[in-house]
């Protein structure tokens, strides 16, 4: 049982290249999330999706898109990447309200 | 506008101690309150959850204390062991179906001393 799977798990770019994170879970949950993690600053909600074909930004949205692929995948997209976007990355998934959070592992983007 | 307010940022404790982290919400509107452990490289895992219709959970070594009129909850970790040295978040998220926003403490960096 793989849980969340996020990809790649590392990533160098350039300030103006573009870049999709990739994020699946099999665990058949209605809810996903995209959060960045920076230092000092705790976990931020970036977009979710309640459920698939639906999605909302959270807090800290600007720069970013997603996707909502299937039930099972969520992207993530940076068009124009920034050195503020430098940060690690985590996907989420719960199956309904208030259960438990489930995390991928994350990416961690460094932009120059 | 930090609706969840987590202190202390690190904390160093002697292993068979006592950790205690606290936590501070403003919205009245919350009504459930986890408690997230990372480890690093990993992504966060739920550790123990409370609702505020009660004013305590333990499990095993670990304790949620809410005090509801304060906006108020702290976990506590009973028997600190080096194995607990992770990145410890709270959170709380809204009442009502629907509600799937969950908003985190900045979190707390625990390290177990042997």
């Known amino acids: 049982n793989a849980g969340v799977t996020q990809t790649p798990k590392f990533q160098v770019l350039k300030t103006g290249q573009s870049m999709t994170l990739q994020c699946a879970q099999d665990?058949?949950?209605?809810?996903m999330y995209w959060y960045r993690q920076d230092p000092g600053m705790g976990l931020r909600l970036i977009y979710y999706?309640?459920?698939?074909?639906?999605?909302d930004k959270g807090e800290v949205p600007n720069g970013y898109n997603v996707s909502r692929l299937n039930k099972r995948e969520f992207s993530l997209r940076l068009e124009s990447a920034a050195p503020s976007q430098t940060s690690v990355y985590f996907c989420a998934s719960m199956s309904s309200y208030n259960s438990p959070l489930h995390f991928g592992n994350g990416t961690r983007l460094t932009v120059t | 506008q930090q609706q969840v307010k987590q202190s202390p940022q690190s904390l160093i404790v002697q292993k068979g101690g006592i950790s205690i982290i606290n936590c501070a919400y403003e919205?009245?509107?919350?009504?459930?309150f986890p408690w997230y452990q990372q480890f690093p490289g990993k992504g966060p895992a739920l550790l123990i959850a409370?609702?505020?219709?009660?004013s305590e959970k333990k499990e095993g070594r670990f304790t949620i204390s809410f005090n509801k009129s304060a906006k108020q909850f702290s976990l506590h970790i009973m028997d600190s062991q080096p194995g607990d040295s992770a990145t410890y978040f709270c959170a709380a998220s809204p009442e009502g179906a629907g509600s799937y926003q969950l908003t985190f403490g900045k979190g707390t960096k625990l390290s177990v001393i042997p």
């Open positions: 919205n009245t509107a919350f009504d459930y």
């Open positions: 999706s309640a459920s698939e074909g639906t999605t």
């Open positions: 665990m058949n949950h209605n809810s």
């Open positions: 409370i609702r505020p219709d009660v």
